[in-house]
């Protein structure tokens, strides 16, 4: 006899007090993913401010009476046996929600993977023991995203929070061994904390290995599944690329947003300075292309420090001229290719000016190296 397939509710919490703010790119695959095998499944998104997952002292997400009560009566109608958060909710409401819907369980999403043995025999899908993983979706033929979703609360709805991050198999292929920096010479990693990559990144340890390359037309794909979307729906206030170290999938995304007549949206880019010096003569003929209306933000763009031993100690993999360099292509692009290329205006340089090893020396050096470039603003 068929197992019966139980609903499925995917609560997604946002940021409604930042942009692009943080958003989960696998929901879409994973939406899609039910669709395909045939399991009911409603995706709900809540807009929360930054700091509310601290509200009680650890990183859980309060809802407000209204929007904890729209979050019940979906998962009443859905029937579902399954509610899947991207981030977790306040244990109390958790344990109401359980209590209150027979058979549900409730589950986190992390970083695009669902793996608990568990929840995978609760789904009864064809999953490995791996579980669900969106790299897995980019060696699927028939693979498609679903963006529908529905606004958990009224913030949800408001203009400018439909953005959507493109799925490019990792925000940052960067994945330096920390082996051989004499920084680290002597330590022992723990098995959980991968060595290689930035050594402030948290996305070391959950990201152990390069996903597959991804393809133009898979990106493209993505885009068509998202203009299918938009029928029923406003336009996405906008499209983000991660990472901009191929330049060609750049140039694919523009392409397919013409075709999906979606050229006005805007495209925000994130780039490491030395990723971006070297794309830098494909950008410039890309953005000198690109059309009436259409335009690329740079939102975020790592400098980090303008000390060659701090950029050591973070295991960043360049130097300060390569820092400089990048910040100062910034402003030229934003200069030569006025209304086409901005980055000012969001802030976007990371800077790590002060650690437990830096030298007082060094952080006065940073802050007029940051003073001389004038982007007291834009970091």
């Given at each position: 006899?068929?197992?019966?397939?139980?609903?499925?509710?995917?609560?997604?919490?946002?940021?409604?007090?930042?942009?692009?703010?943080?958003?989960?790119?696998?929901?879409?695959?994973?939406?899609?993913?039910?669709?395909?095998?045939?399991?009911?499944?409603?995706?709900?998104?809540?807009?929360?401010?930054?700091?509310?997952?601290?509200?009680?002292?650890?990183?859980?997400?309060?809802?407000?009476?209204?929007?904890?009560?729209?979050?019940?009566?979906?998962?009443?109608?859905?029937?579902?046996?399954?509610?899947?958060?991207?981030?977790?909710?306040?244990?109390?409401?958790?344990?109401?929600?359980?209590?209150?819907?027979?058979?549900?369980?409730?589950?986190?999403?992390?970083?695009?993977?669902?793996?608990?043995?568990?929840?995978?025999?609760?789904?009864?899908?064809?999953?490995?023991?791996?579980?669900?993983?969106?790299?897995?979706?980019?060696?699927?033929?028939?693979?498609?995203?679903?963006?529908?979703?529905?606004?958990?609360?009224?913030?949800?709805?408001?203009?400018?929070?439909?953005?959507?991050?493109?799925?490019?198999?990792?925000?940052?292929?960067?994945?330096?061994?920390?082996?051989?920096?004499?920084?680290?010479a002597g330590i022992s990693f723990p098995a959980s904390v991968h060595g290689f990559g930035c050594a402030f990144c948290g996305d070391r340890e959950v990201r152990p290995a390069p996903p597959p390359a991804v393809s133009a037309s898979w990106v493209e794909r993505q885009i068509r599944d998202l203009a299918s979307a938009m029928s029923s729906r406003r336009p996405q206030a906008a499209l983000v690329l991660p990472d901009i170290g191929n330049a060609g999938l750049l140039s694919a995304v523009i392409r397919a947003m013409r075709r999906s007549g979606m050229r006005r949206t805007p495209l925000l880019i994130g780039a490491r300075l030395d990723h971006l010096l070297r794309?830098?003569?494909?950008?410039?003929?890309?953005?000198?292309?690109?059309?009436?209306?259409?335009?690329?933000?740079?939102?975020?763009?790592?400098?980090?420090?303008?000390?060659?031993?701090?950029?050591?100690?973070?295991?960043?993999?360049?130097?300060?001229?390569?820092?400089?360099?990048?910040?100062?292509?910034?402003?030229?692009?934003?200069?030569?290719?006025?209304?086409?290329?901005?980055?000012?205006?969001?802030?976007?340089?990371?800077?790590?000016?002060?650690?437990?090893?830096?030298?007082?020396?060094?952080?006065?050096?940073?802050?007029?190296?940051?003073?001389?470039?004038?982007?007291?603003?834009?970091?």
């Open positions: 006899m068929e197992t019966m397939k139980h609903g499925v509710l995917l609560a997604e919490f946002v940021t409604s007090d930042l942009f692009p703010g943080m958003f989960e790119d696998s929901l879409p695959f994973f939406k899609g993913f039910l669709n395909r095998h045939g399991i009911p499944n409603r995706w709900l998104r809540f807009a929360v401010s930054a700091d509310n997952p601290f509200c009680h002292g650890r990183d859980e997400v309060t809802l407000d009476e209204d929007a904890f009560c729209r979050l019940l009566r979906a998962a009443e109608r859905l029937r579902a046996r399954t509610a899947v958060f991207t981030h977790p909710l306040f244990g109390r409401q958790r344990r109401c929600l359980e209590r209150a819907v027979p058979g549900l369980r409730c589950w986190t999403w992390r970083d695009g993977r669902l793996s608990t043995p568990d929840l995978l025999t609760r789904l009864g899908l064809p999953l490995g023991p791996g579980g669900f993983r969106h790299e897995d979706m980019l060696r699927d033929p028939d693979a498609h995203a679903d963006y529908r979703w529905e606004p958990g609360n009224p913030a949800a709805s408001l203009l400018g929070r439909d953005v959507v991050y493109l799925y490019t198999g990792a925000d940052c292929a960067y994945r330096r061994p920390v082996a051989g920096n004499p920084c680290y794309v830098r003569p494909a950008l410039e003929r890309i953005i000198a292309g690109m059309r009436a209306g259409e335009a690329v933000h740079c939102i975020t763009a790592g400098a980090e420090n303008f000390v060659y031993d701090e950029l050591l100690r973070f295991n960043k993999g360049f130097d300060p001229l390569t820092a400089i360099r990048g910040v100062n292509l910034l402003k030229e692009l934003e200069a030569a290719h006025g209304g086409r290329f901005h980055y000012s205006g969001y802030r976007p340089l990371a800077v790590i000016l002060l650690t437990p090893w830096t030298k007082p020396s060094d952080l006065a050096y940073n802050l007029r190296i940051i003073q001389h470039l004038g982007i007291e603003e834009e970091a």
